[in-house]
């Protein structure tokens, strides 16, 4: 089976700090991509990044960073620079044939 | 402007009634989903269509259905044998393949009356 963990329920950081979100998975799979999603208070579900299985160069946008272990299946977001519109669940995602397993959720919020 | 749409925003059910949530793409996207989040929980695969005229259940179909009769729409219809239906569902569309990212609409509100 293919499981997604996120292990921080809820996580706080102060504005223009920076902060990672861990994320481990598992799965038999050899080819897959791996995929960070955030959720405002609106619900609506944004891309923030995602990741090849088989690039080894860690995915990068803008303050948004990844740090890909696949020996250890791990992939943690690193947020840079953390903004008050930053605040949001986020949710860490594995894709297999043509479906995403998500993890429960990490809730972070952004201090001023 | 491309996109996903859902209506409506908010829906309300009684007992033992059936009601059809509605999802839209006009992003020529093959792959259409439907997922229930429920607090505390990530997203659950409902039901998915990777062409029209077909589809298969996910992780928890148990209590709803599906049609693909188009490929812009994927409506979803939680029936009275679905016990525990108040959850906010969102559905999904995508092209075909792992490297295909999916995209969601603004999801629908399920409160059972």
């Known amino acids: 089976a293919q499981t997604v963990t996120q292990s921080q329920p809820e996580m706080s950081v102060q504005e223009a700090e920076t902060v990672t979100l861990s994320c481990t998975y598992d799965t038999s799979e050899s080819n897959y991509y791996l995929f960070w999603y955030k959720q405002p208070p609106s619900r609506q579900m944004i891309l923030v990044i995602r990741?090849?299985?088989?690039?080894?160069q860690n995915a990068t946008e803008n303050r948004f960073s990844v740090n890909f272990q696949k020996a250890a299946k791990s992939f943690s977001l690193k947020i840079s620079d953390s903004q008050l519109g930053d605040t949001a669940m986020y949710f860490c995602?594995?894709?297999?044939?043509?479906?995403?397993?998500f993890g429960a959720g990490t809730i972070l919020r952004v201090k001023s | 402007d491309g996109g996903i749409t859902q209506s409506p925003k908010y829906l309300f059910r009684k007992e033992g009634q059936n009601v059809t949530l509605s999802c839209e793409q006009n992003l020529n996207h093959d792959a259409m989903y439907w997922y229930r989040q429920d607090p505390g929980q990530g997203l659950r695969l409902i039901y998915y269509s990777q062409i029209v005229n077909d589809f298969q259940k996910g992780d928890i179909a148990e209590g709803y259905s599906v049609s693909r009769e188009k490929k812009e729409s994927f409506p979803l219809t939680v029936t009275s044998a679905q016990k525990n239906p108040t959850a906010f569902y969102l559905c999904?569309?995508?092209?075909?393949?792992?490297?295909?990212?999916?995209?969601f609409g603004p999801g629908t509100r399920l409160l059972v009356l």
């Open positions: 990741q090849e299985a088989y690039k080894q």
């Open positions: 999904a569309s995508s092209g075909v393949g792992i490297q295909e990212t999916q995209y």
């Open positions: 995602a594995f894709s297999y044939g043509n479906k995403l397993v």
